[in-house]
């Protein structure tokens, strides 16, 4: 829970962060004693400033700069935001823009992009694990004689591999046929139903006569052990937090070194899911600003994130961007996406 603060207070709160968001300087108390509405000298708004400074809420960069907010500063001026929210229903056009035929993954990466043009932030959309997701193919590669590489597809596009060591090397030729075997005795189950077939198969004696289909089980059996439906990930609009992070005011080596956080969990989006995941814990819209995040890769960030259901499981969509970023629009915009994205999978 965050300092109390007076009405004065909050209010040249709210407006130094407001316009800090704005300008990216150190908004100066002369400024706001002309520019807050409160009829308020300079020399009051100094005191009310170090008051903040005192709470943690404001820094001053330079003994001779304004102030600029710290993530609890942020924090306090989203909260007023959140607290003055009035939830509405989505925008026609909104719907109209994600309504496009197609999947539900489709939706989704029409969802980031949304997200990412409304918001001028990255846009993200993450879908949650399918238990029905179904296998469509499983190749099988030889590696370096005693290695197989398993590359199973799963329909939708995900794709898992695994690297197994047989007992016995096999050539290419036999670990084509067995893909082909596989592939047209349980291609269209789902994961959890072809590996239980697989092993189902492999406790008939009867079958291992052939040494193929054997082979075959076998290798599937151990490509398909331990993989489970994932969680996927659409992500937009980098381009617009290169233009954020790289902008008048900024260090440009500390915003260089952010960005390369930023897309080297973007490239390993495994590790994103993971992040994005810890700092998701409830249904509805969560903000997180900065030092809040628990994992350090996204302490330089905040994240606007809401969930959206498809009948049975829960999803999020959200953005991505620097602390400096414009919550109110942001807000706004994920809310209204989310909400667009439940009506239009309730729909289907």
Same mark, same amino acid.
């Given at each position: 829970?965050?300092?109390?603060?007076?009405?004065?207070?909050?209010?040249?709160?709210?407006?130094?962060?407001?316009?800090?968001?704005?300008?990216?300087?150190?908004?100066?108390?002369?400024?706001?004693?002309?520019?807050?509405?409160?009829?308020?000298?300079?020399?009051?708004?100094?005191?009310?400033?170090?008051?903040?400074?005192?709470?943690?809420?404001?820094?001053?960069?330079?003994?001779?700069?304004?102030?600029?907010?710290?993530?609890?500063?942020?924090?306090?001026?989203?909260?007023?935001?959140?607290?003055? @929210?009035?939830?509405?229903?989505? $925008?026609?056009?909104?719907?109209?823009?994600?309504?496009?035929?197609?999947?539900?993954?489709?939706?989704?990466?029409?969802?980031?992009?949304?997200?990412?043009?409304?918001?001028?932030?990255?846009?993200?959309?993450?879908?949650?694990?399918?238990?029905?997701?179904? $296998?469509?193919?499983?190749?099988?590669?030889?590696?370096?004689?005693?290695?197989?590489?398993?590359?199973?597809?799963?329909?939708?596009?995900?794709?898992?591999?695994?690297?197994?060591?047989?007992?016995?090397?096999?050539?290419?030729?036999?670990?084509?046929?067995?893909?082909?075997?596989?592939?047209?005795?349980?291609?269209?189950?789902?994961?959890?139903?072809? @590996?239980?077939?697989?092993?189902?198969?492999?406790?008939?004696?009867?079958?291992?006569?052939?040494?193929?289909?054997?082979?075959?089980?076998?290798?599937?059996?151990?490509?398909?052990?331990?993989?489970?439906?994932?969680?996927?990930?659409?992500?937009?609009?980098?381009?617009?937090?290169?233009?954020?992070?790289?902008?008048?005011?900024?260090?440009?080596?500390?915003?260089?070194?952010?960005?390369?956080?930023?897309?080297?969990?973007?490239?390993?989006?495994?590790?994103?899911?993971? $992040?994005?995941?810890?700092?998701?814990?409830?249904?509805?819209?969560?903000?997180?600003?900065?030092?809040?995040?628990?994992?350090?890769?996204?302490?330089?960030?905040?994240?606007?994130?809401?969930?959206?259901?498809?009948?049975?499981?829960?999803?999020?969509?959200?953005?991505?961007?620097?602390?400096?970023?414009?919550?109110?629009?942001?807000?706004?915009?994920?809310?209204?996406?989310?909400?667009?994205?439940?009506?239009?999978?309730?729909?289907?």
């Amino acid at each position: 829970m965050g300092p109390d603060l007076t009405e004065r207070q909050r209010r040249i709160l709210a407006r130094l962060v407001s316009e800090y968001i704005d300008q990216g300087e150190p908004v100066s108390s002369s400024w706001l004693a002309a520019n807050s509405a409160l009829g308020l000298s300079p020399a009051t708004v100094r005191n009310i400033l170090a008051r903040l400074e005192e709470q943690g809420l404001v820094r001053q960069p330079h003994t001779s700069a304004g102030r600029v907010p710290t993530d609890s500063g942020y924090r306090q001026y989203v909260d007023l935001l959140l607290g003055a @929210r009035k939830r509405s229903r989505p $925008l026609p056009d909104v719907e109209a823009r994600l309504r496009r035929p197609g999947t539900m993954g489709d939706l989704l990466e029409n969802a980031s992009q949304e997200l990412s043009r409304a918001s001028r932030q990255v846009g993200f959309a993450l879908a949650p694990a399918d238990p029905s997701v179904r $296998l469509r193919h499983i190749d099988f590669v030889n590696l370096d004689g005693d290695r197989v590489l398993v590359v199973i597809v799963a329909a939708g596009g995900q794709i898992t591999h695994k690297v197994i060591q047989p007992a016995e090397p096999y050539d290419g030729l036999v670990l084509t046929q067995a893909a082909n075997y596989i592939n047209g005795e349980f291609a269209g189950l789902t994961l959890l139903e072809a @590996r239980t077939a697989i092993m189902a198969r492999l406790r008939q004696e009867r079958i291992l006569y052939d040494a193929l289909i054997a082979q075959a089980l076998q290798l599937a059996s151990a490509g398909l052990d331990n993989v489970t439906p994932e969680e996927t990930l659409h992500v937009q609009g980098t381009s617009y937090l290169l233009d954020e992070l790289l902008g008048v005011g900024v260090d440009r080596d500390q915003a260089l070194e952010t960005l390369r956080a930023l897309f080297r969990m973007i490239e390993g989006r495994h590790r994103l899911i993971e $992040l994005l995941t810890h700092s998701i814990e409830a249904d509805g819209l969560t903000v997180v600003i900065g030092s809040e995040h628990l994992l350090p890769e996204l302490q330089s960030f905040s994240l606007v994130a809401s969930t959206f259901h498809d009948g049975t499981r829960a999803g999020t969509v959200g953005v991505i961007g620097p602390t400096r970023m414009r919550y109110q629009r942001a807000i706004s915009v994920v809310d209204s996406v989310s909400q667009a994205v439940t009506t239009l999978l309730d729909g289907q």
